[in-house]
């Protein structure tokens, strides 16, 4: 066996990092943990030591070896080293996350080990606790103690060696037994037991805590009691193990009905809070404990029984209350509180759970979801509630808008009760409305009463947007500020002045030139403030801000700053939708000329005022108003074409090559050609005029790098190329322009013009000295998008590839030669038919698996995100790692691993027999589409390198619907198997009362417990579920309009990192799901565990309100995103129709989907009259839940889960 000194006599004789990796590999099977920690030390060491945190130096040699190291020795450092190990899988591209789950999971085995006897609690109890406490700690006293307490257990529970090698590990067992030849002596502090009430009689929530301790192992019998004594200055002195036993203890005494001291005592200290706001340290410690417990057992994943899961959830229900930790702040807490103990019949009373709804919809204005607000209102009226506090009411009409109607509710809700909660909901709503006379005259009369900080803080804040220098004592005000209680953003910015200018000291500011010294600090604080936030802040942070620069500069007397800031707090105002309140701030400006006139014009158009806003901005002479007044008269359809045309033309001659007033001339164009068309007079000499028009805009507009380069080249195309024959002056036109574009713009249409080359028409030519422009700045962008060419079995194809290739240099073609050299590898070795994993190198010699010369085909390489500057750097593969694993779906696709020129590992899938075409265009419409979505598709690279065969980017991080609902526990996957066979025994005569009452009888749903475990801090659910709600809803809305289909279980994937949604396999589009034997009815996937996760409001509130913001974002750009899937249907060579002959089809079925598709995104679905965007949302959503259509599903897509 190589002994741990070993090791260090190699350090210390420096030899080099690859001897120390050969003796450690092949040391790795016999060395115990105890020894791999002091081996990982030197190895870590001399990395770091030599190369230092970076990466670039790694040798391949050495990144193998290390990598075969940290795979096999990971799980045992992961406890050890969690940064440490962390840092070196991250860097050999080593996937850890596995390894954490694992140790997160066994730990949370034994948090729910209530059920277990006392031997077997305190044995995993030292193999999981304290033997890493022990290899973690630096410190020597608390190593000591943490020794005695193992020893302490061992000899209470007589565990000899024999025992020890019985009941732990090879590798606990190689640290225990070493205990068993030594012995430690330690003194802990000293402890008396406290008096009744303990939070009245303890000194810290330490000491209260130990306490709690104390009392629960009295109650639990005498064994755990022997047991805690024997090692009492484990937790005595150690906090990590206090928390630990705290939890289960307390889990185990209401398991077994022992917790009634525990609940009196907790009871007192909520009745305390409430009654008199004090014991805030202890409060936030009991939220913290009760969470956890109760959250432990809503997750089922541990030992817990379910007799004992549900005594736990029960006793938690009665003790905990969401009222209390909103007050405290903790918003996320309290509503996944309410989610869980609703959704799991812990509270059963109709005016139990009416209230707790309620003080949901205060957390969820706590954290500005207007969606979750609007969510629990919805369940409050179906579950016939129609009656809700003034204060709630208020707050509902704040989240829509509606700020005097607000005013109303909270101005009866303070008539009822004056409490801070009212009075804060009144204040707040004059605020916004900019009544701040209206709050310092409350605050002196009826609301005096309600505590002086917080009299103090609304003045404060008042006086400063008014301006008024001598209302408020700014100084005494400051004093009070608590930035640790306080979160909106006015009191997190006095605290902030109050640390950093305003000296701790009561007294009033002064007057004259030192006053004007004091401003001009907090001028510079407000700055310094917002341009720290500047990126991530919220429109209202921006709009305090602002608020607060207003009344500085007016207490200052400096008119000019005054005016700049309402200007920009007008501006911000209208983005937020507060439109009468920015016209207000913008009639305290003098000088209403240039920026503020335009920004009164903006405000004007935003109120619908549209005719005023364009007189508006005609009378002004600037670039700016000239570009907004043609636009507007565009829009507005109040103006003859001839006005507007006129407009654009003196914009453009006074900006010159402006790209928006260049695009927007070309979007009135466009769509005055395409009116035109629609005519039938589009090929009469004035439709030939608006026709060259529309394409020099768009073409001058493309001379220059902007914003609009991608979408305006995607039009321009799409006019170009629509028409058969074109006449002289338009070829002539195209011809100046396309030597203008330089290829950094012509790249976003590659996508567009490769599958166009091969229609017939006179812009072929012309299209290929464009393509070959691009392949000669971009060869391995091109390159990859060429194979499908290059491969094709398309004669017509192959010609146009070679054309193309013809015009390169021999440095271009000797690239592409690669390129070709390893799609034919991947070709073949994608269609071996292979059933189990090997050695890649048995398919593929390693001299074949090295192409130094090829690009991944990541997306974010493949497709340019504009600006071109911002263009990642390309990574090359370096090499095929041997590595490769066959997956069991039908294809049997494989899975490669490849080590990129930067060092980190790529994972890619090779898929025979598929046509990957289609996944191709999707990616490429969801690139486009993310840049006007509320919430991300997120997108990967796929390459077709044939019609049959391609690679796909792997997505790191996910696992598919189904393993995670099948994961979740062992009844979970027989009850899943059970609704299965239910269903096939049916066959096609399902009815939906059999689906309901025994189909979904025997799945019960169990997605939203995969929230809970991945997720287990509050913030973390909340953001997570968040994220999966909104990425779900955009999926749904855009799968919608395009007609995606085939949304089995295995198609849809979430990040086990961020919980976002992820579809794969876009195969059935444009309602093909129709057309399969069993035909889909359901516009997406939206099961009972898809809505159940969603919380209480289920598809009610954020995914609604998510829905329809897509759908309106997607109806306000169908222009541009009609003109996107125009341009990705255009290949003639895939199959959307009927055969014309040598594999062309026609182009009918495919205009025919466009159609299909303009009047969904016109919200025209039955009928023939559009329904409004809540409508369509509302129409959709309930054919995709409708229980009457989900059990005409498909057995195999499983509707049931």
Known sequence: ???????????????????????????????????????????????????????????????????????????????????????????????????????????????????????????????????????????????????????????????????????????????????????????????????????????????????????????????????????????????????????????????????????????????????????????????????????????????????????????????????????????????????????????????????????????????????????????????????????????????????????????????????????????????????????????????????????????????????????????????????????????????????????????????????????????????????????????????????????????????????????????????????????????????????????????????????????????????????????????????????VLGVFREAKDMAGENTEVLFHMGEYNRRAWEHMRGEGVHNTVPGQSVFNAALKAYGLLLTAPSKYASIGLTKMLNMWLSEEKTTDKTDEIVKQLAEKIPAENLVYGLSAMLPRMCHGGTAVKRLLRMVSRIFGTYPHQTAWALLLLHNSRHELKRKKACEVLGCQSQKTKAVFSEYSRLSKALVEFSNQARTHSKSLYTEMPPSQTLFPAVMLPLHSLLVPPPPLALYPQPVFIEKFLEEFSVLSSLQRPKRVSVLGSDGRVYSFLCKARDDLRRDSLFMEFGKNINEFLPAKMRVFGVCPLDEECGVIEWVQNTATFGSIVSGQSAAGRRSSDGAHKALLRKDKNVTEEFFVKEVLKKAPPVFHRWFLEQFPDAGGWYQARARYIQTTAVMSMVGHIVGLGDRHTENILYDTETAETVHVDFSCLFERGKKLPVPEVVPFRLTQNMVHAMGVAGYEGVFRKTCEKTLAVIQENRDTLMAILEALVSDPFVRWGEEEGNGVYKNTQAESHLRVIQKKISSVLDGVLPMSVEGHVGHVVSQAADNGNLCRMFAGWRPYI
């Open 1 to 643: 066996m190589i002994e741990v000194e070993k090791y260090f006599v190699l350090f210390q004789e420096k030899c080099d990092l690859i001897s120390l990796c050969t003796i450690a590999e092949d040391a790795i099977s016999t060395l115990s943990s105890f020894a791999w920690k002091e081996m990982f030390l030197v190895l870590y060491s001399a990395v770091t030591a030599e190369f230092g945190q970076t990466e670039a130096a790694y040798s391949a040699d050495l990144r193998e070896r290390l990598q075969r190291i940290l795979s096999v020795g990971g799980p045992c450092l992961f406890e050890f080293f969690p940064d440490e190990t962390s840092f070196l899988c991250y860097r050999f591209k080593i996937h850890d996350e596995d390894l954490r789950r694992k140790t997160e999971m066994k730990q949370e085995e034994i948090f729910l080990g209530a059920d277990r006897t006392a031997k077997e609690f305190f044995g995993n109890f030292i193999g999981t606790v304290l033997l890493p406490l022990y290899l973690k700690t630096h410190s020597t006293d608390e190593k000591n103690i943490v020794t005695h307490g193992i020893q302490s257990l061992l000899k209470h529970f007589g565990i000899d060696r024999k025992r020890i090698l019985a009941e732990f590990s090879k590798d606990e067992a190689a640290v225990l037994e070493l205990f068993l030849e030594t012995g430690y002596n330690v003194k802990g502090r000293s402890w008396s037991r406290a008096k009744h009430p303990l939070f009245m009689n303890t000194s810290s929530k330490t000491e209260w805590r130990k306490e709690c301790i104390r009392i629960l192992t009295d109650s639990l019998g005498e064994e755990i009691r022997g047991a805690v004594e024997e090692c009492s200055f484990l937790y005595l002195n150690v906090e990590s193990v206090a928390v630990f036993f705290l939890k289960n203890f307390l889990i185990a005494a209401i398991a077994t009905d022992r917790a009634c001291y525990v609940f009196e005592e907790f009871l007192l200290l909520k009745e305390a809070y409430q009654r008199e706001e004090r014991h805030v340290e202890y409060i936030d410690e009991l939220i913290g404990i009760l969470d956890e417990i109760a959250m432990a057992a809503a997750r089922r994943n541990g030992s817990l029984s379910e007799h004992s899961r549900q005594r736990v959830l029960v006793w938690c229900g009665a003790m905990l209350c969401p009222k209390i930790a909103i007050q405290r702040g903790f918003y996320e807490t309290a509503i996944r509180w309410i989610d869980t103990f609703i959704q799991n019949g812990v509270w059963e009373d109709s005016g139990e759970i009416r209230m707790q709804l309620e003080w949901g919809i205060e957390g969820y204005h706590g954290l500005q979801c207007v969606g979750g607000m609007l969510g629990y209102e919805a369940v409050l009226w179906g579950r016939g509630e129609l009656r809700m506090t003034s204060r709630v009411r208020g707050m509902l009409c704040e989240a829509t808008g509606e700020w005097g109607e607000a005013e109303q509710w909270h101005e009866k809700a303070v008539s009822s009760e004056k409490c801070k909660e009212n009075g804060e909901g009144l204040l707040r709503t004059l605020l916004e409305q900019g009544k701040c006379s209206g709050v310092l005259s409350r605050l002196s009369s009826d609301l005096s009463g309600l505590g002086e900080e917080f009299v103090e803080e609304f003045k404060s804040e008042a006086a400063l947007r008014m301006g008024s220098w001598g209302v408020a004592d700014f100084r005494r005000n400051f004093y009070y500020l608590d930035h640790e209680k306080h979160t909106e953003p006015s009191s997190v910015f006095f605290h902030f002045l109050a640390q950093k200018i305003v000296p701790k000291k009561r007294g009033g500011l002064l007057k004259g030139v030192s006053g004007r010294v004091v401003i001009g600090k907090m001028l510079d604080a407000v700055r310094e403030r917002q341009a720290a936030t500047l990126d991530y802040g919220t429109l209202q942070q921006r709009q305090f801000f602002y608020h607060a620069q207003v009344g500085l500069h007016t207490m200052r007397g400096c008119r000019e700053g005054a005016d700049s800031s309402c200007l920009s707090l007008a501006r911000v105002l209208r983005e937020s939708g507060r439109t009468e309140i920015a016209r207000e701030f913008l009639s305290r400006i003098e000088n209403r000329t240039g920026d503020v006139a335009i920004e009164m014009a903006r405000t004007e158009w935003s109120c619908g005022r549209h005719v005023k806003a364009i007189q508006l901005v005609r009378g002004l002479n600037t670039k700016r108003a000239k570009y907004l007044a043609a636009r507007w008269m565009g829009e507005s359809r109040v103006f003859s074409a001839r006005d």
